[in-house]
C-alpha cells in the first residue's frame, strides 16, 4: 500500500469512512503515478490530439487513425523499465505482450513491434552488457513466439542509464473499421475474465513502477507466456467477428483494480464482482492480491448473457480460461465481493480519478553555462576518428539486434529493419511507415529543442520512405517529478513536442508517461522517445543499389551545433554545447520537397543524417552498398566551419540522395523552384570513403574496413566484453 498521508485523507473525506484493507490496496494501485498519471495529466492536454483521421472513442487503449478504404491501424507505446531492470528478460518480454493486447483491446489483429532500448555505458559495465542481452532476448522469443515482426527500434547507451534499463515497445495493428470495439454496456450484462490464470506475480507492480528503484523486487515483475497471448489474440478475433464483445480492456498496471475501476468510469456505469470467481494459478490466494496482481495474458470482457455461450465455447475451442467474475450495475459503483461478503464498495470516479498535482518547476542549475564549449583537442588523424566513431555503440551497426527477431512473418514487411524506417503492406493498396527515435544528450542539453529534433528526426525516417507523417506517439520518460528541476525539463519536452506537433499538424494519437526512473546512481537524463507513422498512397522508396557514377545530393543546411553530438561526447568526452535546434520553416519545407522527389521516382535512395553526423551517414550508404564515395567539404550547404564540424555536426532536416545521372538535373530543378538549400556534394565511385579539403583528402579509408569496425564492435562488445 502506497498512499501517501494526505491522499489517504482525501480517501475518507470522499467515501466519508475509513477505507477497508481492501479498498486500501485498490486506489494504491489505481492512484500510483504509473496508473493515474496524477503529476502530469493536467499538461498532456497542450498536445494536439484531434486530426481528420484521428478515431476516437471512449475507453480505447491505443490510438485509431482512419487510413482509408475501410480500414485502420492502431498504435500504441508503453514501457518497462523497472521490470526489466531486475529481470531483463521477463520484464522485457511482458512489456511487448502488454501493449499487444492494448492494440488488441480496439477489436484489431497485432501486426508489428518496434522497441526502443537504453542502457548504460556497455564499453565498461558488465551489468549492462546482461541487461542489454538478455532483454533482447526477451524481446525476440516473446515476439517471434506470437508470430509479430518486430520490425524496427533503436539502441543506446548512456551512463545515465547505469544499472537500470529503458525497454519501451511500441506496437501497430490494423483492422477493418466496422470491427472496431464500441465500448458500451447495459445494466445485467457479465463481466468476464479470458486469458491466463491469475498468480502472486506482479503484485504491487504499478506501486513498483512508481518509486525510485533501490531493491530488485522480484514479485512484482510478471512471468510471460507468449503461447497464452497467441491463443487470446485468435480467441478475441474471432469473438469480435461474431460480435460478441461490447467492451475489452487489457490487464495492465494494477490489475484487476484498475481493470475494472476504468472500465467502469469510461462506461458510465457500477460493476460488481466476485473474487472467488477468478480463476487463480496458485490456492490460498487473499482477495487483494487477486486484485493487484499484474500476471499478464488477461483481458477484461464485456458481453451480454444470450452471448456468453458462444463466448464460452471460442475460450473452451482455444483451451484459454474463462471466468465470469461480475455484472454491470445500475448507479456508478466499484463492488467486489468474496461470496456474500464485500470486501470493497466504493465511487468509481473516485477510484479511477486520483486528483491531479500542480507540481513545481525550476530551470536546473547545470544548464546554466553548459551551452559554452571547452577547447577541444584538434583533430589530425581523421580516418581513425572516423572509423572509432563507426565502432561507437550508439552508432555501430545494430544487426546483431534485429537479427534475432523475426521481421518479416506476416508477409507484410516491405523495408525492413536497418533502413530509415520500416515499411509495411496494408490490405487497402497503401502502405505504412514506422519508426521511433529518441536522443537523451541533445535533451539534457536542451529539453525543449531536443524533443523537438527527436519529433522531427522520426518525421525525417518515415520521410525517407516515401510517407507523409500522419500522426505521433510520445513517451516521456524522466526521473522523480517532485524534483522542480526535472519537472521543468518535463514541462520543456512536452511544450516542444506540442509545439511541432502544432505545426507540423500532426496529431499526438496516444503516448506513456514514465516517472521515477531513477537507481541508486541517480536520475536518467530526460528521455523522450518518439514514434511517428507515416502513410503512402502508392508505392514506397525502397532503397535501390547503388552503383559508379550516382551523384549524392545534400538537402539541409550544416550549422554549429555540435552539443549532444556523438563527436564531443564520444571522442572528446565533452557533456555541452549547443545542441541543434530544428528550424520549423525549414524542416517542412525539405521534407515536402523529399517527398515530391520520392513520388516522382527520381531518386535512389533517401537517409537522414543524425548520429554521427554527415561523416557516418555517408558511410552507412557506402558500406550497405559496398561502393566508394567522394565527397567535397566545400560543396556542404550552411555555415562556413573547421572540417571536424563538417563532418560530425549532428544538424536537423538533413537529407542524402542518392541520384542516377540522368535524373540529377531534374532533381536540381524541382529543389531550386521549391527553394530548399542543397547542394552536390559528391559522387558514389571506387572503393573507399573519401572526404576533401580544397584538392587534399582528410578522410581516405577503404570501405570493408570501415564495414568490418561497424559490424563486428557492437556484437563482439556484447558476446566476448
Same mark, same amino acid.
Given at each position: 500500500?502506497?498512499?501517501?498521508?494526505?491522499?489517504?485523507?482525501?480517501?475518507?473525506?470522499?467515501?466519508?469512512?475509513?477505507?477497508?484493507?481492501?479498498?486500501?490496496?485498490?486506489?494504491?494501485?489505481?492512484?500510483?503515478?504509473?496508473?493515474?498519471?496524477?503529476?502530469?495529466?493536467?499538461? !498532456?492536454?497542450?498536445?494536439?490530439?484531434?486530426?481528420?483521421?484521428?478515431?476516437?472513442?471512449?475507453?480505447?487503449?491505443?490510438?485509431?487513425?482512419?487510413?482509408?478504404?475501410?480500414? $485502420?491501424?492502431?498504435?500504441?507505446?508503453?514501457?518497462? @523499465?523497472? /521490470?526489466?531492470?531486475?529481470?531483463?528478460?521477463?520484464?522485457?518480454?511482458?512489456?511487448?505482450?502488454?501493449?499487444?493486447?492494448?492494440?488488441?483491446?480496439?477489436?484489431?489483429?497485432?501486426?508489428?513491434?518496434?522497441?526502443?532500448?537504453?542502457?548504460?555505458?556497455?564499453?565498461?559495465?558488465?551489468?549492462?552488457?546482461?541487461?542489454?542481452?538478455?532483454?533482447?532476448?526477451?524481446?525476440?522469443?516473446?515476439? @517471434?513466439?506470437?508470430?509479430?515482426?518486430?520490425?524496427?527500434?533503436?539502441?543506446?547507451?548512456?551512463?545515465?542509464?547505469?544499472?537500470?534499463?529503458?525497454?519501451?515497445?511500441?506496437?501497430?495493428?490494423?483492422?477493418?473499421?466496422?470491427?472496431?470495439?464500441?465500448?458500451?454496456?447495459?445494466?445485467?450484462?457479465?463481466?468476464?475474465?479470458?486469458?491466463?490464470?491469475?498468480?502472486?506475480?506482479?503484485?504491487?507492480?504499478?506501486?513498483?513502477?512508481?518509486?525510485?528503484?533501490?531493491?530488485?523486487?522480484?514479485?512484482?515483475?510478471?512471468?510471460?507466456?507468449?503461447?497464452?497471448?497467441? !491463443?487470446?489474440?485468435?480467441?478475441?478475433?474471432?469473438? +469480435?467477428?461474431?460480435?460478441?464483445?461490447?467492451?475489452?480492456?487489457?490487464?495492465?498496471?494494477?490489475?484487476?483494480?484498475?481493470?475494472?475501476?476504468?472500465?467502469?468510469?469510461?462506461?458510465?456505469?457500477?460493476?460488481?464482482?466476485?473474487?472467488?470467481?477468478?480463476?487463480?494459478?496458485?490456492?490460498?490466494? =487473499?482477495?487483494?492480491?487477486?486484485?493487484?496482481?499484474?500476471?499478464?495474458?488477461?483481458?477484461?470482457?464485456?458481453?451480454?448473457?444470450?452471448?456468453?455461450?458462444?463466448?464460452?465455447?471460442?475460450?473452451?475451442?482455444?483451451?484459454?480460461?474463462?471466468?465470469?467474475?461480475?455484472?454491470?450495475?445500475?448507479?456508478?459503483?466499484?463492488?467486489?465481493?468474496?461470496?456474500?461478503?464485500?470486501?470493497?464498495?466504493? /465511487?468509481?470516479?473516485?477510484?479511477?480519478?486520483?486528483?491531479? !498535482?500542480?507540481?513545481?518547476?525550476?530551470?536546473?542549475?547545470?544548464?546554466?553555462?553548459?551551452?559554452?564549449?571547452?577547447?577541444?583537442?584538434?583533430?589530425?588523424?581523421?580516418?581513425?576518428?572516423?572509423?572509432?566513431?563507426?565502432? *561507437? /555503440? @550508439?552508432?555501430?551497426?545494430?544487426?546483431?539486434?534485429?537479427?534475432?527477431?523475426?521481421?518479416?512473418?506476416?508477409?507484410?514487411?516491405?523495408?525492413?529493419?536497418?533502413?530509415?524506417?520500416? $515499411?509495411?503492406?496494408?490490405?487497402?493498396?497503401?502502405?505504412?511507415?514506422?519508426?521511433?527515435?529518441?536522443?537523451?544528450?541533445?535533451?539534457?542539453? @536542451?529539453?525543449?529543442?531536443? *524533443?523537438?529534433?527527436?519529433?522531427?528526426?522520426?518525421? +525525417?525516417?518515415?520521410?525517407?520512405?516515401?510517407?507523409?507523417?500522419?500522426?505521433?506517439?510520445? =513517451?516521456?520518460?524522466?526521473?522523480?517529478?517532485?524534483?522542480?528541476?526535472?519537472?521543468?525539463?518535463?514541462?520543456?519536452?512536452?511544450?516542444?513536442?506540442?509545439?511541432?506537433?502544432?505545426?507540423?499538424?500532426?496529431?499526438?494519437?496516444?503516448?506513456?508517461?514514465?516517472?521515477?526512473?531513477?537507481?541508486?546512481?541517480? /536520475?536518467?537524463?530526460?528521455?523522450?522517445?518518439?514514434?511517428?507513422?507515416?502513410?503512402?498512397?502508392?508505392?514506397?522508396? $525502397?532503397?535501390? +543499389?547503388?552503383?559508379?557514377?550516382?551523384?549524392?545530393? !545534400? $538537402?539541409?543546411?550544416?550549422?554549429n551545433e555540435l552539443g549532444g553530438s556523438e563527436y564531443f561526447e564520444y571522442i572528446h568526452k565533452f557533456v555541452g554545447g549547443r545542441c541543434p535546434v530544428v528550424d520549423f520553416k525549414s524542416s517542412k519545407k525539405n521534407m515536402r520537397s523529399v517527398l515530391d522527389l520520392i513520388k516522382r521516382q527520381l531518386l535512389k535512395s533517401s537517409h537522414d543524417c543524425s548520429k554521427g553526423g554527415l561523416a557516418v551517414a555517408v558511410s552507412e550508404l557506402c558500406m550497405t552498398n559496398q561502393i566508394g564515395c567522394k565527397v567535397?567539404?566545400?560543396?556542404?550547404?550552411?555555415?562556413? #566551419?573547421?572540417?571536424?564540424?563538417?563532418?560530425?555536426?549532428?544538424? =536537423?532536416?538533413?537529407? #542524402?540522395?542518392?541520384?542516377?545521372?540522368?535524373?540529377?538535373?531534374?532533381?536540381?530543378?524541382?529543389?531550386?523552384?521549391?527553394?530548399?538549400?542543397?547542394?552536390?556534394?559528391?559522387?558514389?565511385?571506387?572503393?573507399?570513403?573519401?572526404?576533401?579539403?580544397?584538392?587534399?583528402?582528410?578522410?581516405?579509408?577503404?570501405?570493408?574496413?570501415?564495414?568490418?569496425?561497424?559490424?563486428?564492435?557492437? +556484437?563482439?562488445?556484447?558476446?566476448?566484453?
Amino acid at each position: 500500500m502506497s498512499l501517501e498521508p494526505q491522499e489517504l485523507g482525501e480517501l475518507k473525506s470522499k467515501i466519508g469512512r475509513d477505507p477497508t484493507p481492501t479498498e486500501l490496496q485498490i486506489v494504491a494501485a489505481e492512484w500510483s503515478e504509473h496508473c493515474s498519471y496524477k503529476s502530469s495529466k493536467r499538461h !498532456l492536454r497542450i498536445l494536439p490530439m484531434e486530426g481528420p483521421l484521428v478515431i476516437a472513442e471512449k475507453g480505447y487503449d491505443s490510438g485509431v487513425l482512419d487510413v482509408g478504404g475501410g480500414y $485502420v491501424i492502431t498504435a500504441h507505446i508503453e514501457s518497462h @523499465n523497472h /521490470p526489466s531492470a531486475v529481470e531483463p528478460y521477463g520484464g522485457a518480454a511482458t512489456g511487448v505482450g502488454g501493449v499487444i493486447r492494448d492494440i488488441l483491446s480496439t477489436g484489431t489483429r497485432p501486426i508489428a513491434i518496434l522497441d526502443g532500448l537504453r542502457f548504460g555505458d556497455i564499453s565498461k559495465d558488465k551489468q549492462a552488457r546482461w541487461l542489454f542481452k538478455n532483454a533482447v532476448s526477451g524481446i525476440a522469443d516473446y515476439g @517471434n513466439c506470437l508470430g509479430i515482426p518486430t520490425v524496427g527500434g533503436e539502441v543506446e547507451f548512456d551512463q545515465c542509464y547505469e544499472s537500470y534499463a529503458l525497454v519501451d515497445v511500441a506496437a501497430i495493428g490494423f483492422g477493418k473499421k466496422e470491427n472496431l470495439v464500441k465500448n458500451h454496456a447495459r445494466k445485467g450484462d457479465v463481466v468476464v475474465l479470458v486469458g491466463g490464470s491469475t498468480g502472486r506475480d506482479g503484485i504491487g507492480g504499478s506501486q513498483f513502477a512508481s518509486d525510485l528503484l533501490e531493491s530488485e523486487d522480484r514479485s512484482a515483475v510478471q512471468i510471460p507466456d507468449p503461447f497464452i497471448e497467441k !491463443l487470446i489474440i485468435e480467441a478475441v478475433l474471432e469473438a +469480435r467477428n461474431q460480435k460478441l464483445i461490447h467492451a475489452m480492456k487489457d490487464l495492465g498496471g494494477g490489475g484487476l483494480s484498475c481493470a475494472i475501476s476504468e472500465t467502469a468510469d469510461a462506461l458510465g456505469v457500477g460493476i460488481e464482482m466476485d473474487v472467488s470467481k477468478v480463476h487463480t494459478r496458485e490456492p490460498g490466494m =487473499h482477495p487483494d492480491e487477486i486484485m493487484v496482481s499484474e500476471s499478464q495474458e488477461r483481458m477484461l470482457i464485456v458481453t451480454s448473457k444470450t452471448k456468453l455461450r458462444k463466448l464460452r465455447e471460442i475460450c473452451k475451442k482455444f483451451r484459454i480460461g474463462c471466468s465470469v467474475i461480475g455484472a454491470i450495475k445500475s448507479g456508478r459503483q466499484m463492488r467486489v465481493k468474496k461470496g456474500r461478503r464485500t470486501l470493497a464498495d466504493l /465511487p468509481v470516479d473516485t477510484v479511477a480519478n486520483a486528483t491531479l !498535482l500542480d507540481l513545481p518547476s525550476t530551470r536546473p542549475k547545470y544548464l546554466y553555462g553548459i551551452e559554452q564549449e571547452k577547447k577541444l583537442r584538434k583533430i589530425s588523424n581523421y580516418p581513425k576518428t572516423l572509423l572509432e566513431l563507426l565502432g *561507437a /555503440p @550508439n552508432i555501430a551497426s545494430k544487426i546483431w539486434v534485429y537479427g534475432q527477431y523475426d521481421h518479416e512473418v506476416g508477409i507484410r514487411t516491405v523495408v525492413k529493419p536497418g533502413c530509415d524506417a520500416s $515499411v509495411l503492406r496494408l490490405d487497402n493498396g497503401k502502405l505504412l511507415s514506422a519508426k521511433i527515435d529518441g536522443n537523451p544528450k541533445h535533451c539534457y542539453l @536542451n529539453p525543449r529543442e531536443g *524533443a523537438i529534433g527527436c519529433f522531427e528526426e522520426a518525421c +525525417r525516417n518515415v520521410v525517407c520512405t516515401g510517407a507523409r507523417p500522419i500522426g505521433m506517439l510520445d =513517451h516521456l520518460q524522466f526521473g522523480n517529478p517532485k524534483d522542480p528541476e526535472i519537472f521543468w525539463t518535463f514541462l520543456e519536452s512536452l511544450r516542444g513536442l506540442s509545439d511541432f506537433a502544432k505545426n507540423l499538424k500532426i496529431p499526438c494519437i496516444g503516448g506513456k508517461v514514465s516517472l521515477y526512473n531513477e537507481s541508486i546512481f541517480g /536520475p536518467i537524463k530526460p528521455t523522450p522517445i518518439i514514434g511517428v507513422l507515416g502513410l503512402i498512397d502508392k508505392k514506397p522508396l $525502397v532503397p535501390q +543499389r547503388i552503383t559508379e557514377g550516382d551523384c549524392l545530393i !545534400l $538537402v539541409g543546411d550544416t550549422k554549429n551545433e555540435l552539443g549532444g553530438s556523438e563527436y564531443f561526447e564520444y571522442i572528446h568526452k565533452f557533456v555541452g554545447g549547443r545542441c541543434p535546434v530544428v528550424d520549423f520553416k525549414s524542416s517542412k519545407k525539405n521534407m515536402r520537397s523529399v517527398l515530391d522527389l520520392i513520388k516522382r521516382q527520381l531518386l535512389k535512395s533517401s537517409h537522414d543524417c543524425s548520429k554521427g553526423g554527415l561523416a557516418v551517414a555517408v558511410s552507412e550508404l557506402c558500406m550497405t552498398n559496398q561502393i566508394g564515395c567522394k565527397v567535397s567539404l566545400e560543396k556542404i550547404p550552411g555555415e562556413r #566551419l573547421d572540417a571536424d564540424r563538417l563532418l560530425f555536426s549532428e544538424s =536537423h532536416s538533413r537529407y #542524402l540522395l542518392t541520384v542516377g545521372t540522368k535524373n540529377v538535373k531534374k532533381v536540381q530543378e524541382i529543389l531550386s523552384k521549391n527553394k530548399v538549400s542543397f547542394r552536390q556534394i559528391g559522387r558514389f565511385l571506387g572503393d573507399s570513403i573519401i572526404f576533401t579539403k580544397g584538392n587534399e583528402p582528410i578522410i581516405d579509408l577503404r570501405v570493408d574496413k570501415a564495414q568490418k569496425t561497424w559490424v563486428s564492435s557492437l +556484437r563482439d562488445l556484447v558476446l566476448y566484453g
